[in-house]
C-alpha cells in the first residue's frame, strides 16, 4: 500500500517590513504544487539549523533581528494540499555590547580577541558568532565541544551580550 502524498499549496506572508514577500518566498524555495515535508520547510524557515545556511531566520539574524520569530500556520487543507500563512515577527535589531571570554588559562585574551568576529557596537550576526567559533576551535588551545557563546540577549534596550 502506497502513502497518500501531500503537496504545498499557497504560501503567504504576514508581518514582514524588511524583506519583501517575493524575496522571502524564493528564499524559501518551496513552491505551490511541490510535495509536502514539513522537515525542508523548517529547514528553509530556520527552526532547524542548517549548516549550508541560505534561511529566511539566517538572513534576518544576520542583520541584527536576534529578536526575529517566524510562526508557520496551516491556514487550509483541501484534497491533498495544504496552504500556509507565514507569520513573521520582525522585532528590534540588537546591538553587541559586552563581549567577555571566561574560563582561559591557555594564553593571551588578546590572542581571542583578534579571533572574534563579535565586536562590541556592531550589529548582532548569527553568521559572525558561528564564524568566531571556528575561528577560536581554530586555535588548538580550546576543547571544540566546549566552546559555546553565551547570547545574553537585553530586549528592553535592544542590545546583546556574548559571553565566550
Known amino acids: 500500500m502506497t502513502e497518500h502524498k501531500y503537496y504545498f499549496g499557497n504560501i503567504t506572508w504576514q508581518g514582514n517590513t524588511k524583506y519583501s514577500d517575493s524575496l522571502?518566498?524564493?528564499?524559501?524555495?518551496?513552491?505551490?504544487?511541490?510535495?509536502?515535508?514539513?522537515?525542508?520547510?523548517?529547514?528553509k524557515l530556520g527552526k532547524t539549523i542548517s549548516p549550508e545556511g541560505g534561511?529566511?531566520?539566517?538572513?534576518?539574524?544576520?542583520?541584527?533581528?536576534?529578536?526575529?520569530?517566524?510562526d508557520p500556520v496551516e491556514t487550509a487543507?483541501?484534497?491533498?494540499?495544504?496552504?500556509?500563512?507565514?507569520?513573521?515577527?520582525?522585532?528590534p535589531q540588537a546591538t553587541l555590547k559586552n563581549i567577555t571570554i571566561a574560563g582561559n588559562d591557555r594564553t593571551k585574551e588578546y590572542v581571542i580577541r583578534r579571533e572574534l568576529r563579535t565586536l562590541p557596537g556592531e550589529k548582532f550576526s548569527?553568521?559572525?558568532?558561528?564564524?568566531?567559533?571556528?575561528?577560536?576551535?581554530?586555535?588548538?588551545?580550546?576543547?571544540?565541544?566546549?566552546?559555546?557563546?553565551?547570547?545574553?540577549?537585553?530586549?528592553?534596550?535592544?542590545?546583546?551580550?556574548?559571553?565566550?
Open 24 to 43: 522571502l518566498t524564493v528564499l524559501l524555495g518551496i513552491k505551490k504544487g511541490d510535495i509536502y515535508n514539513i522537515d525542508i520547510l523548517n529547514t
Open 77 to 91: 487543507v483541501y484534497g491533498d494540499t495544504i496552504d500556509y500563512l507565514i507569520k513573521v515577527k520582525e522585532g
Open 55 to 70: 534561511d529566511i531566520s539566517g538572513l534576518y539574524m544576520d542583520d541584527g533581528y536576534l529578536f526575529f520569530q517566524i
Open 126 to 164: 548569527r553568521t559572525d558568532v558561528i564564524r568566531s567559533t571556528r575561528e577560536i576551535a581554530n586555535l588548538g588551545f580550546f576543547d571544540q565541544e566546549k566552546i559555546n557563546p553565551g547570547i545574553v540577549p537585553h530586549i528592553e534596550d535592544g542590545t546583546v551580550d556574548i559571553n565566550w
